[in-house]
């Protein structure tokens, strides 16, 4: 997933990729490691502009996720579906730094950016970082999702469990209460 500078038309480029998220070595290890499965390729629609040394690009990112529920632990598919903008920059100029080699404090419009060097930019890791975002932080299989009931642990989007669900604070509190067989 590369541009060439040079390439990039005034009135600016569109771009269009399906990759598998297998490419990607950290989507690769996401699934490697069980946190979720791509069901389908990464698509990705990008519009590049170039305006002097910045290079923006605007991006949509869609595909399918197979994720656990954080509450019910059920497998569940969602459509991913993420908006993003990238900037990159020629590499900061010499005279930016200090003499002192000590780095220099960005101004608000550095942050964010990507400093590229050469004639060509490959924004791979950059869509990679944006799949990753884009994955919810607790998954859930539906927004009112009951969860497992803290002390039987049974499913209770199936219904009301066994137990009745009451949670035992001090699991001493359960001796105490016991009628113990006379000796
Ligand atoms: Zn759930
Ligand atoms: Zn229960």
């Given at each position: 997933m590369k541009i060439q500078i040079q390439h990039i038309p005034s009135q600016g480029l569109a771009l269009a990729y399906g990759n598998e998220a297998r490419t990607f070595p950290v989507l690769?290890?996401?699934?490697?490691?069980?946190?979720?499965?791509?069901?389908?390729?990464?698509?990705?629609?990008?519009?590049?502009?170039?305006?002097?040394?910045?290079?923006?690009?605007?991006?949509?990112?869609?595909?399918?996720?197979?994720?656990?529920?954080?509450?019910?632990?059920?497998?569940?598919?969602?459509?991913?579906?993420?908006?993003?903008?990238?900037?990159?920059?020629?590499?900061?100029?010499?005279?930016?730094?200090?003499?002192?080699?000590?780095?220099?404090?960005l101004t608000a419009e550095q942050i964010g950016l990507v400093y590229f060097k050469g004639e060509e930019i490959d924004f791979q890791d950059?869509?990679?970082?944006?799949?990753v975002l884009a994955l919810p932080f607790k998954p859930l299989c539906r927004e009112d999702c009951q969860g497992l009931c803290p002390r039987c642990g049974a499913d209770l989007n199936q219904g009301r469990c066994e137990c009745g669900g009451v949670v035992i604070e001090n699991p001493f509190a359960v001796l105490k209460n016991r009628q113990w067989p006379e000796q």
């Open positions: 690769k290890q996401l699934m490697d490691d069980g946190q979720c499965r791509f069901l389908e390729p990464i698509a990705v629609d990008l519009s590049v502009v170039s305006e002097r040394d910045l290079i923006t690009i605007d991006g949509v990112l869609a595909t399918r996720v197979e994720l656990a529920c954080s509450r019910c632990l059920e497998l569940f598919q969602m459509p991913l579906r993420h908006r993003f903008t990238l900037r990159y920059s020629r590499e900061i100029p010499t005279d930016l730094h200090s003499g002192t080699g000590e780095p220099v404090a950059s869509i990679q970082e944006q799949v």
